[in-house]
């Protein structure tokens, strides 16, 4: 197997990832916690972000039908949401965030529920991305944490 064609692969895809707005700068600085003791650091804190965020995406999904018109509950629920987004650099999930809290103020029930579903949609195509990279990295073997520069 060619392990620099899927370093280079994986390097590719993470270049796309920040070029299409998907990522950005948060998600260097989660991966340049990896170390020798934790080389799979990054994609455990991404693991764990979409399994919360799954979990806070369903609270929203719940609040949109359960309380129609409590904008502050869905303005609550989506910050704790852009947090989470926040800590991975999910750039193009907390860009959405800005529209839906617009919505929020202006009691607009449909623009949140468009909004949201912008979310939902961002956060699918993200997951997908996010599992093909972490699959090129661990295809590529520890010889890919070694290109990384030492700091």
Not at 11 to 29: I, N, P, R, V
Not at 66 to 80: E, S
Not at 109 to 117: A, D, I, N, P
Request: glycine share 6%; hydrophobic share 35%.
């Amino acid at each position: 197997m060619d392990y620099s064609n899927l370093r280079h692969q994986a390097a590719s895809m993470k270049k796309s990832l920040f070029d299409q707005g998907y990522l950005d700068e948060q998600f260097c600085q989660v991966e340049d916690l990896q170390d020798e003791a934790s080389p799979n650091f990054a994609e455990e804190v991404v693991t764990l972000f979409f399994k919360d965020s799954a979990r806070l995406m369903s609270n929203i999904e719940l609040a949109l039908e359960k309380y129609p018109k409590d904008f502050n509950r869905w303005d609550a629920y989506m910050q704790q949401l852009k947090g989470s987004c926040s800590s991975i650099g999910a750039s193009r999930m907390k860009c959405e965030f800005m529209s839906f809290r617009d919505y929020c103020g202006q009691g607009n029930v449909e623009g949140c529920m468009r909004s949201f579903q912008k979310v939902k949609r961002e956060h699918t195509v993200l997951r997908q991305k996010l599992e093909t990279y972490f699959q090129l990295l661990r295809q590529a073997g520890p010889a890919g944490a070694a290109t990384r520069p030492v700091m």
